[in-house]
């Protein structure tokens, strides 16, 4: 029996390609192209959904970290410190508004961004904003940043794109702090749309404005007030979007169920390390990291579960830091490189069974024994 990495065909079955189909026909009949009515019904929603005053559709995710650096006013000779465990993009962003970044180190055991690690960086650089990631779907200690970054007036920026309908330690919804939350709708996330799109989650009227006309090249009621850009979203892409924002919560909380058997399953197996069980509840579970001896294992246990047609995934093959246009950016990856190394990342779609994940589950145990 074969176990995908994602499952598409049960995500988008038949019903749902004639629901998206619906849309797309009246769409097209009403030469609808832009934001239209389905940007702002999804905006509305996922704002509601995720407890933040505003959401603001962009382009793909990678803009939207773009566009909240430039809405705090971060550019040319500015440092951001950034977690050194996260998709390229974390880093990408911050050249692009004319920034530099500073790694900050993660804990060992979760790839979250270390607020002790954060501390060091900002006593060493003139940091005006920090790039949090909450990675694999677990939400960063943002109670913790906070504590650190709001006496320097340091700017947050939350990266979401892996935790679409997360929530942090407390219990209450990613989305109801004070900072920018930027999330990412590739097909592959949690709450995906048919292509690119992205947005950015305020609880600031003004910040809000602000990436509104940056995402529309600038505009604003009597003029182009800055310098902005094309990061509008797709009216086609919102409506896919807006169809399945009711489908997000149900499916994380199966994910949620998948991820507490996989825990079970591996109760008390040596040579494999998991996040800590406590994030069973909060996570979206984008994804279900495991950390094994290291590298050579690692690789290994791919090549295994390849050939039982179980998908496993690398994210991520390397730390940040180790690529190569950014080996030269400072800061501390000290954990970072040696939990890039160990982790690999076991199917985690809201589709498995329990008979998925135990087969799973005794295939990583063969592989172990062996
Ligand atoms: C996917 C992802 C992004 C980038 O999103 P795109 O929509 O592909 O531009 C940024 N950060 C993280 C953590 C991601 O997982």
Redesign the pocket.
Known sequence: MAIGFYNFQKLHNDEFQKAVMKRFEEIVSKNGFVEGEYNTKFETEFAKMQNAKHCDLVA????A?EIALQAYGVGKGDKVAISAI??Y??AECVYNVGAEPVFVDVEPETGLIDPKSLEKVVAEHEIKAVIC?H?YGMAADIKALETICAPKGIKIVE?G??AAGGFYEDGSPIGSSNNLITY???PT?NLGAFG?A?AILSNDSTLSEEIKSIRNHGRSPDGHKLIGRNSRCDHLQAAVLHLKLSTCEPQNENRKNIAAWYFDEFKGTQGVELVPEKYIKTSSWHLFPIRLENKEKKYALKEFLGSKNIGSALFYEKAMPEEKPLLDVPGYKDNAVPFAHKTICLPMHPFLTQEDVKLVVDSVKEFLEK
């Open positions: 793909n995710g990678t803009d970290l996260s998709f993009a974390t990631v990675i990266d794109a892996q990412s709708f590739y996330k690119d992205g």
